[in-house]
């Protein structure tokens, strides 16, 4: 229970911070609110691991250089523990006896400490994020560490509270009989692990889409498996490694948690997640993983969260200044490879009205258009926005979409100052007509934007709902100073299942969102089954034994 006394604070403040859904994170996402000497001593631990195995004593039968590479184009050369999945499977569940039995407040003061230990190595984590997904460092540091943490924080936060409904320890039941003396029975109640839990985590966010399973998972009482994709490992070996030491020290077997490398060549996962000991399977990414997942996984319990086609519906504007910096930023971070990021652009073709006066479509597209390019005007300034391309397939995919419609901006490949190999490609703008839906309703996860000419908000609103419900969403964003607009944008996102958001012209960006206030998802469209995080999302993890004792 040491843990759990050293940070139960931390666990109060996270579930008054779920139910209250005001700001608060536990920890800091700004590089400059840490020591002077964690930033050297971070990339120094970050190139300490390079040309090198990365040790882990788990059962294994060898080493593997599994898929990984740096999209900036820095030699990795790590290896990783190669373990069959009957290897995997059998030290799981022999882990299971002890961590599965553990009380909720031993399980989540594990978790905790894991997290805090992962805070206290955050700018090696960011140097690892960003060279094996091809993330800018400042955005690597935040997603791959802080904001990943308060992810996965949330979840713990949920899981607990989830656990914690039942009474610690034995009750007494009692049930009038009359005259006759009452009937009574002590009953208490267990938390059983699902099963083994299998973490199925994507190329280019693997710890902020990673950690809010796993740790779900973990504070439940299921061993968990972490499977990489075999192009970004290093970031979830770390976790597995801090994982693995915590647990350890705690008392409990440290094959509670797991690494699973493999190869694009020698694939496991297909094996891993049939496996009749599995009980839990997260995944984040591609489509067509998913879709699989979905239809052909029956035994365990599938948390989903894949790629889809994010819209952004402009109808008015007091000015349009402050629009144009906003979606200059949040169309171009990270090359639109976040799950989050928007794609089409829906505008009148009339254009629309901009502080009592209609703005055609032309100068619409124009002022965007100008805002990105001067956004990218400068490499170094271009680089630490748009990072790398994590995909391969990029060159076709622009080529692709620019066959597609009316070309607004080229892409161009940026020389980065830093990184000279990487591929840094700026945004394709395409135009196209609304009824050209084959080109646009489909989700490019890539550096492609469209701007959709409609006949009018209505059929905006209609091709978006149309969108999230046959593709999937994760975010729409709305432009108007019309009431009866927004009620019809809020009414559509509700029947498309998807989060919409409003007038955003600041420093906030649709692309991102806030744990213990937002959700990540909706799990109502076909992006995903899963919300990041609510009580559906832990609540399956476990079930309730009950134990009743005659009094």
């Not at 940070?7 to 536990?26: N, P, V």
């Not at 994709?229 to 094959?255: C, K, M, Q, S, Y």
């Not at 794609?343 to 629309?352: D, E, L, S, T």
Request: aromatic share 8%.
């Amino acid at each position: 229970m040491e843990h759990f006394e050293k940070h139960e604070d931390t666990l109060k403040h996270a579930i008054a911070a779920i139910g209250s859904r005001k700001y608060w994170s536990a920890y800091p996402d700004s590089p400059r609110a840490y020591s002077d000497e964690e930033p050297a001593a971070g990339e120094e631990a970050f190139q300490a691991q390079l040309g090198r195995p990365f040790e882990l004593d788990q059962p294994q039968s060898g080493m593997t250089g599994g898929g990984e590479y740096s999209p900036y184009g820095v030699e990795l050369g790590v290896t990783y523990p190669k373990s069959s999945v009957d290897q995997l499977m059998s030290a799981a569940r022999t882990a299971t006896a002890t961590w599965g039995k553990a009380s909720p407040q031993e399980r989540a003061g594990v978790c905790l400490e894991i997290l805090d230990r992962l805070r206290q190595n955050s700018f090696e984590m960011a140097h690892a994020v960003m060279q094996t997904t091809g993330q800018p460092f400042l955005m690597a540091f935040q997603t791959g560490g802080p904001h990943a943490l308060d992810r996965g924080l949330e979840a713990i936060a949920y899981a607990y509270a989830e656990m914690t409904k039942l009474p610690a320890g034995e009750t007494r039941w009692e049930k009038p009989q009359g005259k006759r003396d009452p009937l009574q029975i002590d009953k208490k109640w267990l938390i059983r692990p699902r099963g083994v839990a299998v973490a199925l985590c994507s190329s280019t966010s693997p710890t902020l889409d990673g950690y809010p399973g796993i740790f779900a998972s973990l504070v439940t009482g299921n061993p968990v498996i972490v499977k990489p994709h075999p192009g970004t490992i290093l970031p979830l070996a770390i976790f597995v490694d801090t994982a693995r030491t915590a647990i350890a020290e705690a008392g409990f077997d440290p094959n509670t948690v797991l690494l699973a490398v493999d190869t694009p060549e020698d694939p496991i996962t297909e094996e891993l997640v049939m496996h009749p000991a599995v009980g839990i399977i997260d995944y984040t990414g591609s489509s067509d993983g998913g879709d699989r997942l979905e239809r052909d996984v029956t035994s365990a319990l599938v948390f989903i969260e894949k790629s889809g086609v994010n819209s952004i519906v402009l109808d008015s504007a007091p000015d349009l200044k402050g629009i144009f910096r906003n979606l200059s930023v949040s169309l171009t971070m990270y090359s639109g490879q976040m799950r989050t990021a928007p794609q089409n652009v829906y505008i009148p073709a009339a254009g629309i009205e901009v502080d009592g006066e209609q703005v055609p479509f032309g100068d619409i597209a124009r002022g965007l258009v100008g805002a990105i390019e001067s956004l990218l005007s400068d490499d170094q300034r271009a680089g630490d926005v748009l990072g790398a391309i994590k995909g391969s397939d990029v060159a076709d995919l622009i080529a692709d979409a620019a066959a597609s419609g009316q070309v607004l901006l080229e892409s161009r490949r940026v020389n980065h100052p830093t990184f000279p190999a990487a591929e840094v490609r700026t945004p394709l703008i395409v135009k196209v007509d609304a009824d050209y839906q084959r080109a646009y309703m489909r989700p490019m996860s890539g550096p492609v934007i469209y701007l959709i000419a409609t006949a009018d908000t209505e059929e905006s609103l209609d091709l978006a709902r149309k969108s999230a419900i046959e593709q999937g969403a994760v975010t729409w964003l709305v432009y108007t100073t019309n009431e009866e607009v927004k009620d019809q944008a809020v009414d559509a996102a509700v029947e498309a299942g998807v989060s919409v958001a409003f007038n955003l012209a600041g420093g906030l960006y649709v692309n991102e969102s806030a744990a213990f206030s937002d959700f990540n998802g909706t799990g109502a469209n076909p992006s995903g089954n899963a919300t990041v995080t609510d009580p559906a999302f832990v609540a399956g993890r476990f079930r309730v034994i009950g134990v009743r004792s005659s009094a």
